[in-house]
């Protein structure tokens, strides 16, 4: 496998597409036959480092590190000298005589790329404000799941252009897939990260574009997906972002410009109402369960090749 190199995942730009073809049949595997991978990480320890709440994160990485025979030690970063104000850099060297791997869920994508660049471990970016690579694993497995392929198919991603946004671009580019982000004036994505996602795509077949208009990106598409209008950290933009994407809610309407056979994708949690109408995501063209479900899997898939 090429990605016995792998090191780290930060932004699934260390991935090539033969990289990512390869971690997606693994997690298949690994969810189709998960006692085959039962021992793979004995003796191996997982810290799992939390400066954002999480729901998702924290039970599929604890639980994926128990059922591949591993330790996870859960970390709060309120619990840590990190929080009185030491190093990171101190932090990932003490991490590094004591534990084999690292996830952590943070703000600043640039803790990530340090402790990379500093320690000595495996580092996975669990979410950062600019990239949130192990969801979209997971949402590519449901894709690859529901369609058999990755290749080729349409994904409009509908919302603010933000860590989703940006990481659905670079795995769906490195997929090989068409993807395409409508968001409002001004809640565009990173175009540092477009730009890396276009190049991408241009080697694989696929394709990158942005709109402002929603109903004109979701027109023929296979996948429909979105998120949450203000994440976490914005909440005081809350009442203007509801105001300024009034008219960018996944709803019955939208979705019936989509495939007949499209799927719904949410990364979790969801505001009903919001982002996405109630009988969207209960809705039978809803995967979304599935595609939570599916971050055990994927991350399963990502240990086992960062550390067996």
Do not use: W
């Not at 979209?136 to 497995?141: F, K, N, S, W």
């Not at 019936?256 to 995501?281: Q, S, Y």
């Amino acid at each position: 496998m090429t990605t016995k190199t792998l090191k780290h995942m930060l932004t699934l730009e260390e991935l090539t597409p033969t990289d990512l073809d390869e971690l997606i049949q693994l997690a298949l595997d690994v969810k189709h036959d998960p006692s085959a991978y039962g021992k793979t990480l004995t003796g191996k320890k997982v810290a799992l480092l939390f400066e954002k709440a999480s729901t998702r994160t924290r039970m599929s990485f604890e639980v994926g590190v128990v059922e591949l025979g591993g330790y996870p030690l859960f970390l709060s970063g309120n619990d840590l000298q990190i929080g009185r104000g030491e190093p990171i850099t101190d932090t990932i060297r003490v991490m590094s005589r004591y534990v084999d791997a690292l996830m952590i869920r943070t703000y600043a994508h640039g803790t990530v790329e340090t402790l990379a660049e500093v320690g000595s471990i495996p580092i996975i970016n669990g979410l950062t404000d600019t990239h949130h690579p192990c969801q979209v694993l997971a949402d590519l497995l449901t894709i690859e799941e529901t369609f058999g392929s990755r290749q080729g198919k349409v994904l409009t991603y509908i919302g603010d252009g933000n860590n989703m946004a940006h990481s659905l671009m670079l795995g769906g580019a490195l997929s090989g897939m068409h993807v395409r982000i409508a968001s409002p004036d001004g809640y565009t994505v990173d175009e540092t990260i477009y730009n890396k996602s276009v190049a991408l795509a241009e080697a694989t077949g696929g394709s990158v574009t942005l709109y402002t208009d929603p109903a004109i990106a979701t027109v023929g598409a296979d996948i429909v997906y979105t998120d949450v209008f203000a994440s976490m950290g914005q909440e005081s933009e809350a009442e203007e972002r509801l105001h300024r994407f009034a008219t960018f809610q996944v709803d019955g309407a939208l979705m019936a410009k989509a495939n007949e056979t499209a799927i719904f994708l949410h990364c979790l949690p969801a505001h009903r109402g919001e982002e996405v109408a109630a009988d969207v995501i209960d809705g039978p063209q809803s995967l979304v369960f599935d595609q939570a479900e599916n971050r055990l899997h994927a991350q399963k898939a990502l240990m086992i090749t960062l550390l067996a």
